[in-house]
């Protein structure tokens, strides 16, 4: 069928090219022997008409019909000569077009086309995307090929906390705040390995009263030790949020990124469109889908779908999002850098507002991006900076309030 397509597409090109150059030499200026032979015609129809009235005589007007018949040859001839040499650059402009035409096409499928690539059906897609699925690396696998993050350098005195913070959770390792202490620092510190197996103690401690932002956080962390990458153990982490918060959208964000790494942006896409359409607008999960949306929706057989302005429920204007720059830059990035620039943004966030101060909608809005990224506690201790800085404000602690209730604070 492929080839039958190709076959009367070329087939149409051939006749669109070629018609205009070969049409009719009416509509071209007419030739002065096609001139020439009308008016000798007209002497001859005349040399008739003045035989029958009597005004020549029939010798004479033999004579003329001799002389003007040998005009008229004369002039035929001439007119075939002229209408040749008008056809002759019609006809070789036409094949010479065409010729290249068919050359380049040719020549530009061979190089970018796949003419010998069998039919791929929707079962032979779904069973390929189950096999990349089925074949994922192992967590300590892709630990061990993520790329090397540089550790931050801490200054001496935060240093030293952090390793008495580590050797008192070995002497107590039965100890849930010093776990999640550990974990929070360990992942402030870019050691996301050791954040990830603190947190997956800190959950395994608490049994089935973990959390689902406890379940949240080992899943991020486990994305991120795997450079990204969402294992079977990030997988895990990611159903047993869900299944304490159905609605919980880092774990739907995720479970998005790994339906686009098994090869099912099918599935992938509705729940991203659905996670901007809820927004809200200023999410940190916001601008790494709205980077990938369209790419997203086209394989995902969307074409004409069209991503909101603003994703519902937030207050677009309570903070500068990322510029266009900033958008064309992340179309680019791997997972992990994606992640990271998440995560600058935030801190970019923490920094200002502790420095300069600001509204209480930017406030909640770094209460609620927090807990997305991993940092639970750290957010609980914003959520009480917060509470301190508007206790005086009864609308504004309502909308820090709000956010803490949306963030699963206390």
Not at 27 to 45: C, G, H, M, S, T
Not at 205 to 226: P, Y
Request: glycine share 8%; with cysteine; hydrophobic share 45%.
């Amino acid at each position: 069928m492929f080839w039958i397509i190709c076959a009367a597409l070329v087939a149409v090109v051939a006749i669109a090219i070629v018609a205009p150059l070969m049409r009719a030499r009416g509509l071209a200026a007419e030739p002065a022997a096609a001139f020439d032979l009308r008016i000798y015609r007209d002497q001859l129809r005349e040399v008739e008409r003045d035989l029958e009235r009597g005004v020549i005589e029939p010798a004479d007007a033999e004579r003329l019909r001799i002389e003007i018949g040998r005009k008229v040859l004369n002039a035929d001839r001439a007119l075939e000569r002229e209408t040749a040499a008008r056809r002759a650059p019609r006809a070789v402009v036409a094949v010479g077009v065409l010729l290249v035409l068919l050359a380049g096409s040719i020549a530009l499928y061979l190089q970018l086309g796949a003419p010998e690539r069998p039919d791929e059906p929707i079962a032979r897609r779904i069973a390929e995307a189950r096999a990349i699925y089925d074949k994922r690396p192992s967590q300590a696998e892709a630990e061990a090929s993520a790329p090397k993050r540089q550790p931050a350098e801490p200054d001496a005195e935060y240093a030293a906390l952090i390793e008495r913070l580590r050797e008192a959770v070995k002497a107590n390792p039965e100890d849930p705040r010093g776990l999640e202490l550990l974990a929070e620092h360990e992942s402030r510190l870019g050691n996301t390995v050791a954040a990830k197996d603190a947190q997956a103690r800190l959950v395994a401690l608490r049994g089935d009263a973990a959390s689902a932002t406890d379940w949240s956080r080992l899943a991020a962390l486990t994305v991120e030790a795997a450079g990204g990458l969402i294992t079977s153990d990030a997988e895990t982490a990611i159903t047993r949020t869900l299944e304490r918060d159905p609605h919980n959208p880092q774990a739907r964000f995720m479970t998005g990124l790994l339906d686009i790494q098994s090869g099912r942006p099918d599935l992938a896409f509705p729940i991203w469109a659905q996670l901007l359409a809820e927004g809200p607008a200023d999410a940190p999960w916001m601008m790494p889908i709205r980077a990938s949306i369209g790419d997203l929706a086209w394989f995902a057989g969307r074409p004409d779908y069209t991503p909101p302005e603003t994703g519902g429920g937030g207050d677009a204007t309570a903070m500068r999002g990322p510029d266009a720059g900033a958008m064309a830059a992340a179309e680019n990035m791997t997972p992990e850098e994606r992640q990271q620039m998440i995560q600058g943004m935030v801190k970019g966030l923490e920094d200002r507002l502790s420095s300069q101060g600001g509204t209480p909608q930017e406030w909640a809005r770094l209460i609620g991006a927090l807990p997305v990224i991993g940092q639970a506690d750290h957010a609980q201790d914003i959520l009480t900076e917060a509470r301190a800085r508007f206790s005086s404000d009864a609308e504004a602690l309502k909308v820090i309030e709000t956010a803490a209730e949306q963030a699963g604070l206390k």
